[in-house]
């Protein structure tokens, strides 16, 4: 990150003053921004700017001036409200008055056709302009310093940091959150990104100690491999929630991004994934509370049997588990639990159940081996749900233990009180059990991910030795150059080098058709199979002249007949956001049907491609199933690695294809080779 | 339905005079359910039954008796809330004062061991008492008759009838329906079900006028067969909506129920299925209060681009088309909206769409080829949310067009007032768009299905002519007798024999081993295939007979080869609850890889035979897939009818496993046959 963006953003977070440009008219924004931080108690000094200097109505203690530059000490942060065409004059004099970062709220500019206008703000701040928030955005809140300068919602004080491409979603989970009593660090609307992004606010959030977790609501990626590189650096050093959204192609379509065809957006991005408004909230609300999930057991402990199976299942569903304590915690728990009680997990105290049963139950399931626990209850009209919920907080007030307790007391009015006690004790309490379990699934699978080490790349660009379009024979020569293994092949080009070819080689052998017309070989018989003798060959290579006679036919590879491996694909593609990316995937017909595949940017290290393979359904085919051997799934990793730093090292490479390859139970073999070379887009 | 259930659940609902037994003093129960009675304006009367004939204390106009026999004119229903041991007599009281029903509110019997107290409570169900709602249960609720025999929050007057297993999950329903202003028109704890349970509340239910929806909370299922087929006739009527809890081991340890082993009953239900209270919630709401959604096609109309984008998102996901409107509809939007506004799909109004903008777009967009529709807002602090519920509301008051229009107005306190004109409008309301978007895909899984016609089977019971263990042969055998197609195959026990068929037969041929012992002999090197002449027929005679020598080898089984065909699995089990189930699963490898597998209730008729061979992943690949041939599924779909007609026809066949069953361009060949024969337990 440039120093300058940091310490921007340092300003932006932290002013002492603020300059609000716009209308400061009752029902204009300027005056709903002024109105938003005086509200909330801003300590610093709020000045409004407007042509005739008029005061905010109503707020007579606010300083009124027309223009930024007679502004003596100038401003922090200019948050500016104006229509489009008054934007960038107010930025000339924020650039004069020395102001280092501006907020700019007004809409009209790339989102509404005029990308020339927001281009030039583009160029102001890269000049000697403020860096830029905006435009077309709902503001920032920064509740450490009581900072709100946005129309939306006040934020609650907490330790998330919550900052998103679409303001009217930052408008929907501010107001959300503020029903569950749940709180954020900052908020940042950053709405078009002229200048100043997600990545920018990643690096400096990563880095703040105000900021435990960081949510990211994205509509769109233009840097993408930067974008993944930030978030996972980030990742490393505290938890990282994302939405992304426009992922089927309505949604894409609407988010105007061009990256929803891109299914592995999805699946190389370290962050862990809401798939909407709730879980992100649920999970800001888990991530910030809660101390790190060690393990993925959980005790679930509840007054109603149903809701208790209900969590359960979907904690399991979600891969934790919930198994039944250990005979010595058992008999523990009989010492105080009446027999009415079910002791399994669930452990259900009935509606019976008291404060102290849910404490001494909860301790005592968490001195045991569950790495964390569910507290529900059901509320009744004629229980007191207080009570219960102070028996929970006790529990979890053990700092010696420090596994996570999260409650769900359910529902409406009957539980409000008790919602509140429950929420200063930092226990998050979720709507339902079932929401609590999905937190703790994701709690598990950020902190049992192992730290990844960070392994950098070194790898010289390249040019292609071979140019469009590429035949099959030339690809296979060029790929085993580059270290890729395939069965012995020779090209022929006529019957008199098949001839000459049946006497060296040994069989059996696969014939393929090459023209540079043949896409897919095998569906239009253009590879035979199990060719045994000279016979075969020379009846074979007839038959394939006579059938591509019309397509361009340059002849025929012969290539050793592998037996026996199991089929996968292997890969390369170029994505115009995220650059060279690597997959893995089932083979055969398998692969569009399941679309079993995973991928990754290139280039990947070998415990990375051990990783794809092992997200693949098919892993368990290579692992060894029903008496069939185990595969070389270490072979298969190399070649993967092998595969990837083609990326890189040739710009020119835009598609690669090994289709199928063969993973036996010693090495394996690319048996199929696609390549597609030209210039790379832009 | 027994006439009795009927009339006793008629009662059940709507009684004009309800003995309440139990001790009426503050804090008990009989006197919180007396006082939810009163606060509901029960029209009837009330009559405590106590031994003193106290009176519930705050409730002078509340009549008492110390014996329910005493009191002239008896009573439509029983409440009763007194311990357990003390339950027989209250009964045995109301079968003499000829109460019809009655409501055991009391625990204490089988949840806590008092199995032999249950059976008693049932044996005079049975015989001359009162039917039995419960014991161990939360009551019920009519809300048509204003009737709150429960202790749970009242419901609002609605659509929905709920009954439920679990009091809690009741209660939790309860309370989170109350606060969304989500009705019900009954509502059922029944408990234990000694008695009256799912089975007749269904059928009772389905016939109500009052219901037009019907939810369902279970967790244990015993008459399982029957369970299914009342819930099939049911849906065929109205919505039918279900959580079954228990899916995972501990869910189902801690439901103590026996059928979470049972992958298949999740399948083989027809009704809607939620998998947490949220979501049953939504359901209820969407299927109360919409018109059938006749295709998948609905449009999104927004005021914020992310909140349009992610429930476009989640409509796409789940299998609904966000599809941009025509150019007649866009040019009818253009004529009224602003440049401003994004004309895709979903529409988004900007933050200045008013009222009139959310009714006419989504008039011209329901009046287009979109099925229904979703209207979205986020409100801010200084935004009229009201008024757009206006708007939605005029568009969806649109009798003509009868399309269904949900909203999702965001968030809390802003939206408050919005969600009551919505509410009183009919148009459910949803925390997200995200959530109405599922709403919309179960009902076009409801509304899409077509009218499955009943047809009753009438198959004859038969012994099974075959006795455990049953090798391969007699399998096969036995099986071509019931048409099911096999190559032409012949059972040889010596090498004579071998070389006797091996002059008749046309090659090329398999051979299997046959053993009691060998149970997967492909694993074990059992088949040996491609044999193509006489001399590989006895070579491989000679290998089958020592590799199994210790095996109990009975010989070998001669089988045509079939080439080419699509490899699934077909089979039949018997299950502990359901009878016998057919299934049709991807072939080879996969099936157990992918679970890709459908089942029924056996039997089948053609009609759903085809929609199981739809249901599978494999279901691409039989059409044809990348070039290569369709394969003859109406074949398959006769074979599976007819592997479903022995289920019922042979009690004694344990499990029928063709595998694999190969599938060609025309017709289907089993090659593979296991059949476990043996008592059927129970």
């Given at each position: ?35 938003q931080m005086e509200a909330g108690g801003f ?98 809140m920064?509740t450490?310093?009581r900072l709100f300068a946005s129309?939306?919602?006040r934020a ?527």
């Amino acid at each position: 990150m440039e120093k300058n963006s940091a310490r921007a953003l340092d300003k932006l977070f932290h002013p002492r003053r603020v300059a609000v440009f716009g209308s400061v008219k009752t029902g204009k924004i300027a005056h709903q921004i002024v109105s938003q931080m005086e509200a909330g108690g801003f300590p610093g000094q709020i000045v409004a700017v407007n042509p005739r200097a008029e005061q905010a109505e109503g707020f007579p203690g606010i300083r009124a001036a027309a223009d930024i530059r007679a502004l003596e000490g100038g401003a922090d942060l200019a948050v500016i409200a104006l229509p489009a065409p008054y934007v960038e004059e107010a930025l000339r004099g924020c650039a004069e008055a020395g102001v280092p970062v501006a907020v700019v709220i007004s809409s009209g500019f790339r989102e509404a056709g005029n990308a020339e206008g927001e281009r030039r703000l583009a160029a102001m701040a890269r000049g000697r302009g403020p860096r830029i928030i905006g435009p077309n955005c709902a503001g920032v809140m920064s509740t450490g310093s009581r900072l709100f300068a946005s129309i939306e919602v006040r934020a609650l004080p907490g330790r998330t940091a919550f900052i998103t491409q679409s303001g009217a979603v930052g408008g929907a989970v501010l107001a959300l959150a503020g029903q569950r009593g749940i709180g954020f660090s900052k908020f940042v609307s950053y709405g078009n990104r002229a200048d100043l992004g997600e990545l920018e606010l990643i690096e400096y959030l990563a880095a703040d100690e105000e900021t435990a977790v960081i949510a990211l609501y994205l509509e769109s990626i233009t840097r993408g491999a930067e974008l993944l590189e930030v978030i996972a650096a980030c990742s490393r050093r505290k938890p990282f929630l994302v939405i992304k959204a426009g992922r089927t192609s309505s949604g894409s379509r609407a988010a105007g991004s061009h990256t929803g065809c891109l299914a592995g957006s999805e699946e190389v991005c370290e962050a862990i994934r809401a798939a909407g408004i709730e879980e992100l909230l649920d999970l800001c609300d888990g991530f910030a509370s809660l101390p790190p999930l060690r393990g993925g057991r959980i005790a679930i402990v509840t007054n109603s049997g149903g809701p208790g199976i209900l969590a359960a299942d979907r904690a399991e569903e979600l891969g934790l588990s919930v198994a039944e304590p250990g005979p010595t915690t058992r008999r523990e728990l009989q010492g105080f639990l009446s027999g009415r009680c079910a002791l399994g997990n669930p452990i259900d105290l009935t509606v019976e159940g008291t404060g102290a049963n849910y404490e001494r139950t909860l301790r005592a399931m968490l001195a045991s081996d569950c790495d964390g626990a569910i507290a529900i209850n059901v509320a009744t009209p004629f229980l007191d749900s207080v009570a219960l919920a102070r028996g929970v907080a006790a529990a979890a007030a053990q700092p010696a233990l420090a596994k996570p307790v999260a409650a769900a007391f359910m529902a409406g009015e009957m539980v409000a009180e008790s919602l509140r006690v429950l929420k200063r004790s930092g226990i998050p309490a979720f709507p339902t059990g079932e929401r609590a379990a999905f937190v703790f699934s994701k709690l598990r699978e950020y902190y049992g991910r192992s730290a990844r080490v960070a392994e950098s790349f070194r790898v010289e660009e390249r040019e292609l030795p071979l140019s469009a379009p590429v035949l099959e024979p030339q690809a296979v020569s060029f790929l085993k150059a580059e270290g890729i293994p395939f069965p012995a092949s020779r090209y022929c080009r006529s019957l008199a080098e098949v001839e000459e070819a049946g006497r060296e080689v040994s069989f059996p052998l696969v014939m393929k058709a090459v023209s540079p017309e043949i896409l897919h070989k095998s569906d239009s018989g253009g590879v035979l199979l199990n060719l045994r003798t000279r016979e075969d060959l020379l009846r074979a290579y007839g038959e394939l002249e006579r059938r591509f006679s019309a397509f361009s036919f340059r002849g025929v590879l012969l290539c050793g007949q592998v037996e026996g491996g199991v089929e996968v694909i292997v890969g390369l593609k170029r994505d115009p956001v995220f650059g060279p990316v690597v997959l893995v995937g089932a083979g055969g017909i398998w692969t569009e049907v399941l679309r079993d595949v995973a991928l990754r940017i290139a280039p990947v290290e070998e415990g990375e491609a051990m990783e794809m393979i092992g997200e693949l359904k098919a892993a368990r085919i290579l692992s060894g199933f029903r008496g069939s051997p185990a595969r070389d799934r270490e072979a298969l990793a190399r070649l993967i690695v092998q595969v990837s730093l083609l990326g890189p090292k040739y710009p020119a490479i835009q598609e690669l294809d090994l289709n199928p390859v063969l993973v036996l139970e010693r090495g394996v073999f690319a048996v199929d080779a696609r390549l597609i070379a030209g210039e790379v887009r832009d």
